[in-house]
């Protein structure tokens, strides 16, 4: 199975407010980082409440008889570099994958105990230095009563690392922690319920499942994946093909953010490419982007209706997108809706009929007012209406577009 489109969307999870802009070390938001899937060791969560030491993801999974479950556990270790101005700290990708094969989801399940070494290197005046790490991934399964061949997934993280002693400031416990701890779960011979919209005999299943520090959602077509997340996403999600790349700050906007990177001033910016690799990489991409890549990311327009005319000739200056001739299959002042049976278009006269359920109370004193059209209109899902003022209106100067009326909210005269 090919992973890689899930891992597009984990890697914008695992570096999800590694820095944050302005980028720079001396930032203070960039003084208490990593709060996204912070797995903390036993002994530092057992004195500070907030954190915690286990996550577990809870899922319902169909299957054919014989399934075969893959976890792979993805997170970051803490990577202390220090120099002659200060440290600062960064991070190494790890990845441990368990297998569950249907005699263990069947039976008693399978745990996966596992450690990451520490180290220290060293280049010119410069030392990174990483803690070791222990801990254990489980992965069991209950069946679904009924008729139907269903599992309750249930996967546990757990971080088992050895303080000796605990540390008493948040920063220095991190070292032992796994940031950003996420879960890649796949079947085989099955596939996977959705947590959001499960079909109704599965639901006091889906009710039952217990999440802590994640959340489950499909993740492939075929929903044979689930991603289990400290962010919270939705069903297939996806990255916006806009994007260049990633800029790791919480809830990121392309555009605001790269604009605010380029107005940063020279010094800053030396400032952020000497905070991290990352940041220096980020500097050289958005310092980079054509006037191309800079439209992209002011925002796509993707319009259910066909394009309209010929491409123009070339060389001739394309319309913007806020002008209204951007556009020349909309027309307000010439398009027109069938109601009874009969096109109204501008100029059209109706009797206004407003639904019960109205947005704007003040309509409902216009039931049974003559109006007269004036402009046909589209909403963002391409339903039509009516865009009108009062036929017999006494001041000429005030007969504008007095309300908006669905086409079953008129009557034609």
Known sequence: MNL???????DAVLYEGYILYPYRASAQKNRSRWQFGVVMAPGYAAADPSETSVTRAECVLEHGGQPAVRVLLRFLQVQRRTTDGGSWDEAVEREVEVAADAAALFGDGVTREFTVEGGED???????????LAGAVTVRAAEVP??????????QVENRTDLGSVPRRREDALPSALVAAHTIITVDGGKFLSMTDPPEWAQPAVTGCRNEGGWPVLADPGDRVVLSSPIILYDHPEL???????LYDGTEIDEILT????ALSDGEKAEARATDPRAAALLDRVESMDPQAMARLHGTIRS???AAGQEKPPGERPVPWWDPDADAAVSPDTDSVAIGGRPIARGSLVRLRPGARRADAQDMFLAGRLAEVQAVLHDVEDHPYLAVSLA???DQDLQIAHGHFMPDEVEPQ
């Open 4 to 10: 890689d489109p899930v891992r597009n969307i984990a």
């Open 240 to 246: 916006a093909e806009e994007s260049p790349g990633e």
């Open 259 to 262: 604009l605010r990177t380029l």
């Open 392 to 394: 017999d209106q006494p």
């Open 122 to 132: 060293r280049e010119q005046n410069v030392v990174r230095c990483r803690e070791p």
């Open 146 to 155: 009924g008729p139907w061949r269903a599992l309750k997934l249930h996967v």
């Open 304 to 306: 259910p209706r066909p």
